[in-house]
């Protein structure tokens, strides 16, 4: 592996967040390479330079703000007392399921089944029989007409 | 007496035993403080930011998936707030009336800190150095920073900082390696001491 591509893997070499395969292969290579191995070092040095940063601590002020802001949201309001609320979020997959179920249970006798889809289209056929028995077409027909007048 | 996880708590709180927040606030409010001290450059906006992450997590608490880790859940939420507030102090900055312009001859900040190069030099170093880490840190764009400070500070591995972040491993990884040249670059005068 060469030096550049050595290079870009060396900020997860610093992490030890490389493949072991790969791990080895830039240790290897730092071993014997000096320019690398220095770029290796400035970026282990600039990385450590960030300790240098002041940490904060949280105050007791802001604690008992916290606990002001909960009650004058009135976020208090955890079990002890019954939430509709929290019940119908949690039960309200489940309701819906038994609800579907019982409907497929009492309801399946009127839901249309292959037989009576039959039927139905039999009676449609049916009535647009009658209807074309009906019809006097010929007599209907304008010209019809004029020809029976003649005759 | 064995320390109860943070899941734990988390149940007792649900079940009704509100102070046992207390105890997750104890282990946690350090970290998202600083976390977000460290996004937003400012210890009043980080307080406000940190007190919201609680609440939100209070508010949500029986919603948090325990598969998850709850400092993750709460690093999310943070890290999310504090995007949104440097968005919003991207688009309406604000200029204080009574905090003079950098620079300008009303600075009387800059006097005092004029003053205080009469104080040992180590102690003017360190505050030289700290101010420049500072700086490095903060010229990164804001998903890096958040990355390097996950990485640096909560010392999270990428897999961690990538739930966190809601990106792939491979992008955490990128992000990482370019704010590592950035920083090599900046810091280059005092990395090479």
């Known amino acids: 592996m060469n030096c550049l591509k050595i290079k870009k893997l060396l900020p997860g070499f610093l992490d030890s967040e490389l493949e072991q395969e790969k791990e080895e292969l830039v240790r290897q290579h730092l071993s014997t390479c000096s320019e690398c191995s220095s770029e290796a070092k400035l970026l282990a040095n600039a990385w450590n330079l960030l300790n240098k940063l002041e940490t904060i601590k949280p ?12 009650e004058s949201e009135e976020l208090d309001k955890f079990p002890n007392v019954f939430s509709w609320n929290r019940f119908l979020f949690r039960w309200s997959p489940v309701m819906v399921a038994a609800v579907l ?13 292959s037989h009576d889809k039959e039927i139905v289209k039999n009676i449609e056929m049916l009535e647009n029989l009658e209807i074309l028995e009906n019809l006097d077409l010929l007599t ?9 007048v003649e005759i | 007496m064995m320390q109860l996880s943070d899941i734990q708590i988390i149940e007792k709180v649900i079940n009704g035993d509100k102070s046992a927040f207390n105890e997750l606030m104890d282990r946690h409010e350090k970290s998202i403080l600083n976390f977000t001290y460290r996004l937003l450059s400012s210890r009043t906006e980080a307080e406000d930011i940190t007190q919201e992450v609680f609440l939100r997590a209070y508010k949500n608490i029986e919603t948090f998936e325990s598969r998850a880790k709850f400092s993750t859940w709460l690093f999310k939420i943070a890290r999310n707030l504090c995007l949104n507030k440097l968005r919003h102090t991207f688009r309406f900055p604000t200029f204080s009336i009574d905090k003079p312009i950098r620079g300008s001859e009303h600075d009387f900040q800059r006097q005092v800190e004029n003053k205080k190069q009469v104080s040992p030099a180590s102690s003017l170093l360190k505050k030289e150095l700290q101010d420049t880490v500072k700086a490095a840190l903060g010229s990164l764009p804001k998903n890096q920073k958040a990355a390097v400070v996950l990485r640096r500070y909560e010392d999270m591995s990428y897999k961690e900082i990538s739930t966190v972040m809601g990106c792939s491993v491979s992008a955490v990884r990128s992000m990482l390696n370019r704010a590592k040249q950035t920083l090599k670059n900046r810091l280059k005068h005092y990395a090479q001491k």
Do not use: H, I, Q
Not at chain 1, 59 to 70: L, N, Q, V, Y
Not at chain 1, 140 to 148: G, T
């Open chain 1, 140 to 148: 209907d027909l304008p010209v019809v007409k004029e020809e029976s």
């Open chain 1, 101 to 113: 179920l019982v409907f497929s249970l009492f309801y399946k006798d009127y839901l249309p089944n």
């Open chain 1, 59 to 70: 105050s007791k002020e802001a604690r008992a703000e916290f606990w002001e802001k909960t």
